[in-house]
Structure formats: structure tokens, C-alpha cells
């Protein structure tokens, strides 16, 4: 993953890497993205020390192009310093990474009205950003509750080692 990374994207040696990952929004022909402007705003506010990878759902990108690798998604996991996502499952791939996660949901409160949640969303361990403006000051901290944060994601951790012990896919 490292090798191609950077060969891929040579710039972003000696950088730390963000990758924000939206969840799919939308129907399939009509896909959107929400917060693009917060990301923008982000990679901005942050200049040069990060490097930040916008990868958005194929169905979006097929319709308008806003993603910037074409690395795929799980194979940018192990290479970031931190995710930066909203409801997305990619949350339980990163989880077994232990490594720091955003969730950044500034439509959180109509999502939890319309959609709703297959566990309590404040037990996945990643601090949660309801507006863009505080992104930047927690994208570059490490969690304050180490200990928490530990205990979360052992949590899902759990649930993916039960699920596999259980036959799933």
C-alpha cells in the first residue's frame, strides 16, 4: 500500500495524511455529498504539514469527480493518520486499526430523525463534529480520554470478532 501511495503521490512524503470518507447519500442515480466545503475549508486551515484525501462513494465520483485518489478506499486505511467520516461502515474496517477517527456529522440530528443507527453512534470511538468550524482543532489532537477511546474501540473490535465467530461475512 506504502510503495503505491507514494508513487502515486509523491508530494505527500514527510506529510501526515487525512483521509475524509464520506458515506454514500443519496439514491444511485442521484448520489451527493454533504461538508465538501468544511474539507475544502480544512485542507486549507491546515497547510502544509497535512495532506488531505477526499474519497467519496463510486457513485458519486461516476457522476461528478470529487475524489483525489484513485487508490481504493481500504487500501488507503493503513497509510492515513486519521479518518475523517460521517455514518460510513468504513468506521469498523478503521476501527481494527486503532488509529484516531472524526466523525464529522454536521447533519446529525436530521440523520438520527430519518435514519437512525445500528448501535448508539456516541459508542464508536472517535470524537464526533457536528459543525466544520471545530475540525481543525481536533484533526491535529490526540483523544483526551485515551482510556475511553481504547475501551470503544475495543467494543467494535468485539463485535467484528463475534460476527466472524458466528459465520459472517
Given at each position: 500500500?506504502?510503495?503505491?501511495?507514494?508513487?502515486?503521490?509523491?508530494?505527500?512524503?514527510?506529510?501526515?495524511?487525512?483521509?475524509?470518507?464520506?458515506?454514500?447519500?443519496?439514491?444511485?442515480?442521484?448520489?451527493?455529498?454533504?461538508?465538501?466545503?468544511?474539507?475544502?475549508?480544512?485542507?486549507?486551515?491546515?497547510?502544509?504539514?497535512?495532506?488531505?484525501?477526499?474519497?467519496?462513494?463510486?457513485?458519486?465520483?461516476?457522476?461528478?469527480?470529487?475524489?483525489?485518489?484513485?487508490?481504493?478506499?481500504?487500501?488507503?486505511?493503513?497509510?492515513?493518520?486519521?479518518?475523517?467520516?460521517?455514518?460510513?461502515?468504513?468506521?469498523?474496517?478503521?476501527?481494527?486499526?486503532?488509529?484516531?477517527?472524526?466523525?464529522?456529522?454536521?447533519?446529525?440530528?436530521?440523520?438520527?430523525?430519518?435514519?437512525?443507527?445500528?448501535?448508539?453512534?456516541?459508542?464508536?470511538?472517535?470524537?464526533?463534529?457536528?459543525?466544520?468550524?471545530?475540525?481543525?482543532?481536533?484533526?491535529?489532537?490526540?483523544?483526551?480520554?485515551?482510556?475511553?477511546?481504547?475501551?470503544?474501540?475495543?467494543?467494535?473490535q468485539n463485535l467484528w470478532k463475534n460476527h466472524l465467530m458466528a459465520g459472517g461475512e
Amino acid at each position: 500500500c506504502y510503495k503505491l501511495f507514494y508513487e502515486k503521490h509523491p508530494e505527500v512524503k514527510g506529510k501526515k495524511i487525512a483521509l475524509w470518507a464520506p458515506t454514500f447519500r443519496g439514491k444511485a442515480n442521484n448520489p451527493f455529498i454533504l461538508g465538501k466545503e468544511y474539507i475544502d475549508k480544512l485542507k486549507d486551515d491546515l497547510g502544509n504539514e497535512w495532506f488531505v484525501i477526499t474519497k467519496a462513494h463510486p457513485h458519486l465520483d461516476a457522476k461528478e469527480h470529487i475524489s483525489d485518489s484513485d487508490i481504493s478506499t481500504e487500501e488507503l486505511l493503513p497509510i492515513v493518520d486519521i479518518l475523517i467520516t460521517d455514518y460510513s461502515s468504513i468506521i469498523f474496517d478503521y476501527a481494527l486499526l486503532n488509529k484516531p477517527l472524526i466523525l464529522f456529522v454536521p447533519d446529525y440530528y436530521e440523520y438520527v430523525q430519518t435514519r437512525g443507527f445500528y448501535i448508539p453512534y456516541k459508542s464508536i470511538p472517535g470524537r464526533i463534529v457536528k459543525k466544520g468550524e471545530k475540525k481543525e482543532q481536533h484533526n491535529t489532537k490526540k483523544p483526551k480520554k485515551k482510556k475511553q477511546y481504547l475501551k470503544k474501540n475495543q467494543t467494535i473490535q468485539n463485535l467484528w470478532k463475534n460476527h466472524l465467530m458466528a459465520g459472517g461475512e
